[in-house]
């Protein structure tokens, strides 16, 4: 498989074992739309190594101790940790919904002090960091490349983004490693009480689970500069290396072509958005464009997305059906993968060339059945279920006890030409969707 980094503008080839970190929420509030993209980007990716049955290690930070955090529970009069706590339950059950397979490493930054503390004296002692009035700041010029990773110059001003002034620090672009304070939840550390500064988080995840570079790391594309450039800065002072191998970085969800933000105001919660669709839509919906690009959200589009998939499903409900009615047994192949869909996401995880080759092996069924190619068939059926699987889609399946029941009376109907009784188990089936 090749992936696009957008360090060097180069689709690189994935080497084993296979080690992705996904940047992971800050968790004060309910996660947005937008939030969701990145780690179902990354599922897709996991789920793809593991049915080839590669060898995969893969990290979702949270961070659960934050400014932010601090700030809500505070107006809340609630701790920090009871909060943010709550807010990561309800980010788990919100995984497990959309269908992410939740075996991953999830450090919490709270639970991870001591590595933290230790990351950063490491900064400090190799020049690359510097203690000031309790605070710890990372030097920016002591490294080469910055600015690399979001292919900026460290000596041009850096539009549209804030930098945290601070007389504290030698340069406005100096980033903090550590915030001396007493406000809110904080702990000891040599330099002061106080809390980590978030790029310092993924970096030390990062050296503490992988080492010296990850082969695959990403998240939003907002998360480019400066916590991606950031966390590239100090695994260079340290590592001499940069983080990550391959930058995947996932594009913005847009309402009515403005960019899904809480700042702003112009957000749809994940939770609300499960009300009204199945996690089946939400990922169908992700998958119409390439993970890089922007993807525009609207009510309209998503029904109509709902109204095509009805459809595809529809048809491989009455492919199973017809299978049954005509006593057909079918094989199948649990390994067995269509080449195009294998092509299309080993291609930096074409989405909309591989949702092509599922709507392809779909609208194939019936003809393959006229034909009675059945050794195709089992192919195209096994395909089908296995595409479904790596993209993490839910299939229900259509044959369960009581509709095994009512398609072996419909067969029976039409055997004895009992043409009502076989036209109201058909109607029945319509009335509930199955076909």
């Known amino acids: 498989m090749k992936i696009y980094d957008s360090l060097s503008n180069k689709n690189i080839e994935v080497t084993e074992p296979i080690t992705m970190y996904c940047c992971g929420p ?47 529970a505070k107006q809340n009069n609630e701790n920090e940790l009871e909060l943010s706590n709550r807010y990561y339950l309800r980010y788990v059950n919100i995984l497990k ?11 919490k930054v709270s639970e991870n002090l001591n590595g933290l503390i230790s990351y ?19 030097d920016v010029k002591s490294i080469d490349n910055y600015g690399c990773v979001s292919h900026q110059k460290i000596d041009e001003l850096i539009s549209g983004v804030r930098i945290e002034n601070s007389s504290n620090k030698k340069s406005n672009l100096d980033f903090a490693l550590w915030k001396k304070t007493t406000e809110g939840i904080n702990w000891d550390s040599p330099w002061s009480k106080g809390r980590p500064g978030w790029h310092s988080e993924c970096s030390y995840f990062i050296n503490k689970y992988f080492g010296k570079q990850v082969e695959i790391h990403g998240g939003g594309v907002d998360l480019k500069f400066p916590h991606h450039e950031n966390e590239n800065a100090q695994n260079l002072a340290i590592s001499h290396l940069n983080i990550a191998k391959i930058w995947m970085h996932v594009g913005h969800i847009n309402i009515n072509n403005k ?46 997305l709902n109204n095509d998939f009805s459809k595809l499903i529809k048809i491989i409900n009455q492919t199973y059906i017809e299978l049954i009615l005509k006593d057909i047994k079918i094989n199948f192949n649990t390994n067995y993968l269509n080449p195009f869909f294998v092509n299309a996401l080993e291609n930096d995880l074409n989405f909309p060339n591989a949702i092509q080759v599922v ?21 195209t059926l096994s395909s089908i279920n296995n595409e479904f699987k790596i993209l993490g889609i839910k299939y229900q399946n259509v044959l369960t006890n009581d509709n095994l029941k009512l398609i072996k009376e419909w067969k029976t109907s039409l055997t004895n030409k009992d043409f009502i009784r076989a036209d109201k188990i058909r109607n029945s089936f319509i009335k509930k969707g199955i076909i």
């Open 359 to 379: 709507w392809s092996d779909t609208k194939l069924l019936r003809s393959l059945i006229s034909k009675k190619d059945y050794e195709q068939l089992s192919n």
């Open 120 to 138: 950063i004296q490491e900064l400090i002692n190799s020049k690359h960091a510097y203690v000031s009035n309790g605070d710890v700041y990372f």
């Open 259 to 304: 960019k899904m933000a809480k700042s702003e105001g112009n957000y749809i919660l994940a939770k609300d958005l499960l009300q009204e669709y199945s996690s089946n839509i939400v990922r169908w919906f992700m998958y119409q464009t390439q993970y890089e690009n922007p993807i525009n959200f609207t009510s309209e589009y998503l029904n109509q």
């Open 97 to 107: 919904l959309l269908n992410i397979d939740t075996n991953m490493i999830m450090p």
């Open 26 to 72: 800050t968790v004060y509030n309910d996660v947005h739309v937008g939030n969701i993209r990145p780690i179902i980007t990354f599922d897709v990716l996991n789920r793809y190594f593991l049915f080839f049955k590669k060898q995969v290690k893969f990290v979702h930070n949270i961070t659960d101790i934050d400014d932010k955090i601090i700030k809500t």
